[in-house]
């Protein structure tokens, strides 16, 4: 079965510019949680959807947004970008929601 | 706030030695208790996880201590080897009653030397 894929797994964007994220999950997965990990506040929840809903947010500002399809897969976004966005993107699937499996990640910086 | 307190930040083991890393809790709701491995460039990997009705759970090397009544659990690492060298985080959720986000300890980097 293949795993928890996220594209692409390198970015670099400049300050104010906006970006979108992929996660496709593992299949049979219906949830998806997305997660920013830093090197000062470690793994941090962002929000998970379960069959297209948002179920959970964490503390992040309204500049980071997602959503996902009918078929489980799921995006995020981050609109005006900042130098503090700059961090490891990652997606985790799961099948009922705790035990998660992690995607390699998106690194992003933002110059 | 739900806060999962993870130590040491980080850890040198001997080759064949025990590495451990405790987490401590404050939520007391908490009741799926996970622990994750990372290599560099690599996502987290799910390494073993543990429900509060049990206060040990084993896998291979590895090792779940749970202690309920202080709120604090470790993961215990036999014989440890060089390709053990990772970062290690422990998590921290709510099962039964609706699913909550995992809480994350800030990690800890285990370095095995030989």
């Known amino acids: 079965k293949a795993g928890v894929t996220q594209t692409p797994r390198y970015l670099i964007k400049t300050r104010g510019q906006q970006v979108t994220l992929s996660c496709s999950p593992i299949?049979?997965?219906?949830?998806v949680s997305w997660y920013q990990q830093t090197p000062g506040q470690g793994l941090q929840f962002l929000f998970e959807y379960f069959s297209e809903t948002q179920r959970n947010k964490g503390n992040f500002p309204g500049r980071f947004s997602g959503r996902q399809f009918s078929n489980s897969r799921s995006e995020m976004n981050v609109s005006t970008l900042e130098l503090g966005d700059s961090a490891l993107y990652l997606c985790?699937?799961?099948?009922?929601?705790?035990?998660?499996?992690f995607g390699p990640g998106t690194r992003l910086t933002v110059l | 706030q739900q806060q999962v307190k993870q130590s040491p930040q980080s850890l040198i083991v001997q080759k064949g030695g025990i590495s451990i890393i405790n987490c401590a809790y404050e939520?007391?709701?908490?009741?799926?208790f996970p622990w994750y491995q990372q290599f560099p460039g690599k996502g987290p990997a799910l390494l073993i996880a543990i429900r509060p009705d049990v206060s040990e759970k084993k896998e291979g090397r590895f090792t779940i201590s749970f202690n309920k009544s202080a709120k604090q659990f470790s993961l215990h690492i036999m014989d440890s080897q060089p390709g053990d060298s990772a970062t290690y985080f422990c998590?921290?959720?709510?099962?039964?009653?609706?699913?909550?986000?995992?809480?994350f300890g800030k990690g800890t980097r285990l370095s095995v030397i030989a």
């Open positions: 299949s049979g997965h219906r949830s």
């Open positions: 998590a921290a959720s709510i099962r039964n009653s609706g699913n909550t986000p995992l809480v």
């Open positions: 939520n007391t709701a908490f009741d799926y």
């Open positions: 985790a699937s799961s099948l009922r929601g705790n035990e998660q499996f």
